[in-house]
Nanobody, 122 residues
Framework: QLVESGGGSVQAGGSLRLSCATFRITRSNYCVAWFRQAPGKEREAVAAIRTAGGSGVQYYADSVKGRFRISVNGNTMYLQLGSLQDDDTGMYYC??????????????????WGRGTQVTVS
């Protein structure tokens, strides 16, 4: 039910916008998030947002604060990536969880995952 798009290759300092089609999930009380995994590293949380009741409470990893922005519009979730650095290279995944699971930068909250979209910064 989650399909990412928008990845690609970009020069350092550039920007990208990732999209995640969530197919009805954002109509309910859900937490949606972006994670990433760099080659040879564990997957890490990037950003999360509560869609429940339109609260829009957002969470960001320290490494991306001020550079990335998560948002939701209808059934699509976005991650705007800015001031990209080499360390931002990786596979980016969107994820969703019923808000009852909790919401934040905790992978265990999220039972639903997309297949990922690659971001390469050079």
């Amino acid at each position: 039910q989650l399909v990412e798009s928008g990845g690609g290759s970009v020069q350092a300092g550039g920007s990208l916008r990732l999209s995640c089609a969530t197919f009805r999930i954002t109509r309910s009380n859900y937490c949606v998030a972006w994670f990433r995994q760099a080659p040879g590293k564990e997957r890490e949380a990037v950003a999360a947002i509560r869609t429940a009741g339109g609260s829009g409470v957002q969470y960001y990893a320290d490494s991306v604060k001020g550079r990335f922005r998560i948002s939701v519009n209808g059934n699509t979730m976005y991650l705007q990536l800015g001031s990209l650095q080499d360390d931002d290279t990786g596979m980016y995944y969107c994820a969703a969880a019923p808000v009852g699971n909790g919401c934040g930068l905790v992978e265990e909250y999220f039972p639903y995952w997309g297949r990922g979209t690659q971001v390469t910064v050079s």
